[in-house]
């Protein structure tokens, strides 16, 4: 038996076989819906019944004063009787109290009466309109009426759980409410979020980290743009991601570029082929902003200024923001038209299915447009509550949120004459080396910024913007990466008691200063490299 039924009523017209059928395509692949209809009945007890509207109206008359309307329930119970129980079967429609009486019966609480109405000069447009061709319909909307049946349908109204005023809403509003009285939403908001952010100034492994957490996910979502660049580990060469999430070579999980996010179209197509990604698996939001060639030029004063990279993304968004006629949408791009598609609606459908989402952000907390060291910043808010806004996700539904740090944190190279961004106690790569037992060469040779390939400034661990950080993303988790970097002999550590002492003691109070588990720890740039110590 099913473990609901829906049953609808309503004048002709109203609109109950546009809802059925607008339930049945949304959320089939959610439930086991199934449209049952009473002119089914109809056709199957009255065999060889002439297919006019006035003869099956009489017709059913019939058959309800001969059963009181009780053979509308018989002839349900028959339909579902092979029916799993988790399925919802959508009935349209029942006409009289006596059919809804002996179904509400044999069903009990399983039972939802939903009503369908409209006003009788929009039934009669609709029913001019009207195209049937499963029945010959009667001349005019006048006629219809006339049975008498038809012309107290109206009054079921008063005993139905829901009522809606079809020619108040749009199909679609319909179709939300009452899916809604339904259920069929669902009654909670799950936490089935988790978001990855830097702590620090970017650069801090996150694309490693994220790669590595990717195969639990049914979503990977990407915000930011091509300013960043998230290095991946792989054989034989190692892959730099700036557009698509950085588990897409090692997931096989669906792809989301979100509304916030801001696209370098030659950039992305690039790695859309390199990556062999298929239009089935890559959505990309209508709404992403695109970065244009002459962005990228009027950003050189940046570059020399405050060591940007000068891709375009600040300029692009202050296009955006001033809402300028010359601005460009991802829509509005014909070699993306294949991956486009509403990134709310993948979202909901994740959503809906219990999929997990991985979000990942971009830069680091440090860089935040609100909350970093202006104006040494990137051009937007790199924090949790940031990456949720440019996703369209609410905070209600976030679950985890691991925040990624390095042991020594970086900012690119200052240009001549001018700074890249203040930093705490900055030190120089041969003093690292000093203490790691690295190569001084190799280590600057490695040092190197993902997207502009300048130099890297490092300093010591920055205590202070550490709590910063926290306090502004409240993580759940930290990822720890670059451990070699405290003694080069935690590249050899497999299991957390393989570290070196000094490096167990500082993760120790990274936790404490946090407030947060050190989950995951980094030991190398290497596919297992990572140390798991999650308890989820």
């Known amino acids: 038996m099913p473990k609901l039924i829906v049953l609808l009523s309503g004048r002709v017209c109203a609109g109950k ?39 099956m109206q009489e017709f059913g008359e019939r058959l309800d004063r001969r059963s009181g309307g009780a053979w509308v329930c018989e002839e349900l119970l028959r339909e579902v009787q092979n029916h799993d129980e988790d399925a919802i079967v959508v009935l349209d429609s029942v006409r009289i109290l006596g059919q809804i009486e002996a179904i509400r019966k044999a069903f009990g609480k399983r039972v939802i009466h939903i009503h369908l109405d409209a006003r009788l000069t929009e039934l009669e447009k609709r029913y001019k309109r009207r195209n049937n061709a499963e029945i010959k319909e009667l001349a005019s909307y006048a006629d219809v009426q006339r049975n008498k049946t038809e012309r107290n349908v109206p009054k079921l109204a008063k005993i139905a759980d829901v009522v809606i005023l079809t020619d108040r809403c749009t199909e679609d509003d319909v179709l939300i409410r009452a899916a809604s009285h339904v259920g069929l939403f669902g009654r909670e908001y799950l936490r089935l979020v988790d978001v990855v952010v830097g702590g620090q100034f970017g650069s801090e492994g996150k694309g490693q980290i994220a790669s590595f957490l990717s195969r639990e996910y049914e979503l990977l979502v990407r915000v930011g743009g091509p300013n960043a660049g998230h290095t991946v580990y792989q054989e034989p060469d190692p892959y730099t991601f700036h557009h698509l999430p950085s588990g897409t070579n090692s997931s096989q999980a669906k792809l989301l570029i979100v509304a916030g996010a801001v696209l370098y179209v030659p950039t992305l197509m690039k790695e859309i082929a390199e990556c062999q990604v298929d239009r089935e698996r890559l959505i990309i939001d209508p709404q ?10 009027r950003e050189t004063n940046l570059v020399a200024n405050i060591g940007s990279t000068g891709q375009g993304v ?13 601005v460009k949408l991802a829509k509005d791009i014909p070699e993306l038209k294949p991956y486009i598609g509403e990134g709310l609606a993948v979202l909901e459908h994740a959503f809906a299915h219990r999929h997990r989402v991985l979000l990942e952000g971009t830069q680091g907390t440090g860089l935040s447009l609100y909350h970093g060291y202006y104006p040494h910043v990137t051009s937007r808010d790199t924090t949790v509550a940031g990456c949720l806004a440019e996703a369209g996700i609410s905070p209600n539904r976030v679950q985890r949120v691991v925040m990624v740090c390095r042991t020594y944190p970086i900012r690119v190279q200052s240009p001549k004459g001018a700074t890249s961004g203040e930093m705490s106690q900055e030190i120089s790569w041969e003093e690292v080396a000093q203490r790691s037992r690295h190569d001084a060469v190799d280590l600057r040779s490695k040092e190197l910024t993902s997207t502009t390939k300048r130099q890297r400034r490092v300093s010591e661990f920055d205590w202070a913007l550490l709590r910063r950080a926290a306090t502004l993303n409240a993580p759940t988790d930290i990822a720890l990466t670059f451990v070699d970097y405290i003694a080069k002999a935690n590249e050899k550590a497999r299991r957390f008691e393989q570290l070196t002492p000094d490096t167990i003691r500082f993760i120790e109070e990274v936790e404490r200063v946090a407030a947060a588990p050190v989950s995951l720890v980094s030991t190398r740039f290497h596919s297992r490299s990572i140390i798991d110590r999650r308890m989820w």
Request: proline share 0%.
């Open 17 to 55: 076989t546009t809802l059925a059928r607008r339930l049945g395509q949304t959320f089939a692949d959610k439930y086991k819906l199934k449209h049952v209809k009473t002119f089914d009945f109809l056709k199957r007890l009255g065999d060889g019944i002439e297919l006019q509207r006035d003869t």
């Open 314 to 326: 600040g300029q692009a968004t202050a296009r955006r923001v001033l809402r300028g006629k010359t």
């Open 288 to 297: 992403a902003m695109i970065i244009t060639d002459a962005d990228r030029r």
